[in-house]
């Protein structure tokens, strides 16, 4: 019992002393730094905003799409001359096909579509199947126009889409080297250029659509992105709260540089400027593409209501995730050229100079 009892302690001990991740702890000190120059004490990042950014329920985000109208016998009695057809009903009416995955029914879709054309062709000529070439284009007519709904079930009904698009426990790593994540968002957006094209253009063929959906699963950047946009959002808010307050905007009532405005500047110089400047230039080129491809990806038709207002909600209005941090970034940029120029220590003027060691 004792050894236990050791063991549970160690544990708790070693659980208390785990450290935050280098980006977080970078965001927390710069809020600190700015807080005990102006006496304020920012509030803290609240995990469970990013709740908020959680995937809805795969339910709410799956379309109805009605089965082939057309049956097995039927088929194989009428289209002996269109193997390739028969081939893809079997398929379908198989034990396997009845319970193949949406990614791919999709690509299932657009084989079955080519074969029912190619069939179209073969019996076109013998007069005696015209009513047969009548329900073949019927068909094709069909599930050319269920296309855009079963587009968005593979994408849904995917773990490999739900894993992209989540939120990961911990902000995007701080590198020397730029951030990148370009295998996942060049199949993000080429899934999206494959669902804008139907149906007049069928989806590929299933090793390529296997591919895209790989490098999204594949992918730790983009929810790790969602995570550092809200963590940066949270941090700029607070910061340019306290740029705002009446502690900075009488930090220099004079007009002219003192000791604390001092103090300010090295806080800018150290800790913004050469801490958290560099990782939003990171956040930036990695988030551009993204941010653009999710919203190639919300115009694409037939999207369900659930999905596009989460996507929104990344990258969407004034108050999605992505907009917000934009705005924040350019209310800091004139916050701080405010406070500073007040005091006369912008770049360029008097009381601009290179910070000392500690500030």
């Known amino acids: 019992m004792r050894a236990l009892l050791t063991v549970i302690g160690l544990s708790l001990v070693l659980a208390g002393c785990e450290r935050s991740p280098p980006a977080t702890g970078q965001m927390d000190n710069y809020l600190e730094r700015l807080g005990r120059v102006l006496d304020h004490e920012p509030a803290a990042y609240d995990v469970t905003q990013l709740s908020r950014y959680r995937l809805p ?5 799956l379309l109805e799409v009605a089965p082939m109208r057309i049956s097995l016998i039927e088929l194989l009695v009428d289209t002996r ?6 081939q893809r009903v079997s398929e379908r009416n198989s034990i396997l096909g009845k319970v193949m995955p949406w990614s791919h029914r999709l690509a299932f879709e657009g084989e079955l579509i080519r074969a029912i054309e190619a ?10 199947r015209t009513e047969l070439t009548t329900e073949l284009e019927q068909l094709v007519e069909e599930k050319r126009a269920q296309l855009p709904a079963v587009f968005w079930n593979a994408l849904n009904a995917s773990e490999e889409f739900e894993y992209y698009l989540r939120f990961a426990s911990e902000p995007l790593p701080i590198q020397d080297q730029p951030l990148e994540d370009r295998q996942g968002v060049l199949a993000l957006g080429a899934l999206a250029g494959i669902g804008r094209a139907l149906p007049g253009q069928l989806p590929p063929a299933r090793s390529e659509l296997e591919a895209h959906f790989q490098a999204l699963h ?3 950047r983009s929810s790790q992105l969602i995570h550092s946009l809200s963590r940066l959002t949270h941090t700029l808010e607070q910061a340019n709260s306290m740029l705002a307050s009446p502690a900075a905007r009488q930090l220099c009532p004079l007009g002219t540089p ?6 300010l500047l090295n806080v ?3 800790f913004y400027a050469s801490e958290i400047q560099p990782y939003m230039a990171q956040i930036q080129r990695l988030g551009e593409p993204w941010q653009q491809n999710i919203s190639a990806l919300a115009g694409v038709p037939a999207i369900p209501a659930a999905t596009n207002e989460y996507l929104q909600s990344l990258v969407g209005s004034e108050q999605s995730l992505w907009q917000r941090y934009q705005q924040q970034i350019a209310a800091h940029s004139k916050g ?8 006369q220590m912008r770049p360029g003027q008097p009381g601009w100079q290179s910070a000392p060691p500690e500030a």
Do not use: H, M, Y
């Open 119 to 128: 069939c179209i062709v073969t019996v076109s000529d013998d007069p005696d």
């Open 81 to 86: 001359r269109c193997k390739p057809l028969q």
């Open 218 to 220: 594949q992918s730790e």
């Open 268 to 270: 800018f110089v150290l």
């Open 336 to 343: 701080w050229q405010e406070v500073l120029g007040a005091c």
């Open 258 to 263: 003192n000791s604390r405005s001092r103090i």
């Open 57 to 61: 329920e795969r339910r709410e985000r």
